[in-house]
């Protein structure tokens, strides 16, 4: 009797399809990690960042978006018209009741025949958006769909989570792979209920369990995708280029690095969070441009998100000879870093909404 053939565990689209245009936008405000530090009397020597990027007055989750959506859009070179999906993953979208997708949809010109959807996972959201948009361009139901991970994220004051709680996105036209700049090879998800982190309905800021959220949340998660990437891809830490993970802070994408076999050099390039922050669901987005920006052909990249509650995403991603032609025709992710301006604490608390006036 013939032996059953193994099913893979990979979600890998039936034509194939990649990354055809991306972008990034980070505010322009940074928040130094001491300056959180002094205001709540604590050390300032072991801090999770240097500084976090934060939203001013007139900035948001959609109008992050739709700078980033912009750019990718702009790399594409494609007429917004062509669209068929805009799907936001955030974890702090502007409306309790009331999509986000359709505000940036409409933004930047794309149709009104098309689907729209907000996106929760916690920090997966993000990468959520590009798993569905990749099946919907890879089913044929479409030829291009925008994927966009954004936050601006808060955390209770003088809670650990405010060094690190930023705001940030990144945005992906997903479409055909002999337009890409990238393809996505495959796809894969774990997920368990694993509560490290939530927020219920009426509660302002989120809670989490400590360090509890290192083990058995992202740590357990985030090295079982990447194992069960490069397992079922016949893939080594050695083969990839470049590898991006969550990064709540700088020591837990390191050490799943080391953990799974990939050296400094290979997650140096991703690894934001030191300088802006976590940017929860834009945060391996973000990332993941910052490595297209620097990228050669025929590089490859794994790239592995972690969502609170609990999940992962890894997407193995193959670069093509059409990225340095793409490239220039939008600001790169280091721009959006390198344009800064500094804030003290108290500037912080009003644009963020801290100070709460009945």
Not at 43 to 53: F, M
């Amino acid at each position: 009797m013939a032996e059953k053939k193994k099913q893979s565990l990979l979600m890998k689209p039936q034509r194939r399809v990649g990354i055809v245009g991306y972008g990034a936008y980070v505010p322009m405000y940074r928040l130094p990690a001491a300056e959180i530090a002094r205001v709540w009397g604590r050390a300032a020597r072991g801090l999770p960042v240097k500084e976090k990027a934060v939203a001013g007055l007139d900035e948001d989750t959609v109008t992050i978006g739709i700078e980033a959506a912009r750019n990718a859009i702009a790399r594409a070179g494609i007429d917004p018209g062509k669209l068929r999906a805009v799907w936001t993953g955030s974890e702090s979208h502007p409306y309790a009741v009331k999509p986000s997708s359709t505000i940036i949809a409409e933004a930047v010109g794309a149709p009104a025949h098309i689907q729209a959807a907000d996106l929760e996972f916690a920090c997966k959201a993000g990468t959520e958006a590009m798993v569905m948009a990749m099946a919907l361009t890879g089913s044929g139901m479409g030829d291009y769909a925008l994927a966009l991970g954004v936050d601006t994220a808060q955390a209770r004051p003088s809670d650990a989570l405010e060094y690190t709680a930023a705001a940030g996105g990144a945005a992906f036209v997903i479409g055909p792979a002999e337009e890409a700049v990238a393809e996505i090879v495959a796809a894969y998800s774990f997920v368990s209920d694993t509560p490290d982190f939530w927020r219920r309905a009426y509660q302002h800021y989120p809670d989490h369990g400590q360090r509890f959220t290192g083990e058995p949340a992202y740590f357990k998660h985030v090295i079982q995708a990447a194992k069960t990437m490069m397992e079922e891809s016949g893939t080594r830490a050695a083969d990839y280029s470049y590898a991006v993970f969550h990064q709540p802070n700088v020591k837990f994408p390191k050490t799943a690095a080391k953990k799974l076999g990939f050296t400094e050099e290979q997650v140096t390039a991703g690894l934001l969070a030191g300088v802006i922050g976590n940017t929860y669901a834009g945060a391996s987005p973000v990332g993941l441009t910052a490595i297209l920006d620097i990228a050669r052909p025929g590089e490859r990249i794994l790239m592995v998100s972690y969502g609170s509650g609990a999940g992962s995403d890894a997407l193995d991603m193959v670069v093509t000879d059409r990225i340095d032609e793409r490239r220039q025709a939008a600001p790169s992710t280091q721009d959006y870093i390198a344009r800064r301006m500094e804030i003290d604490y108290a500037t912080y608390t009003r644009y963020r909404g801290i100070l709460r006036m009945e």
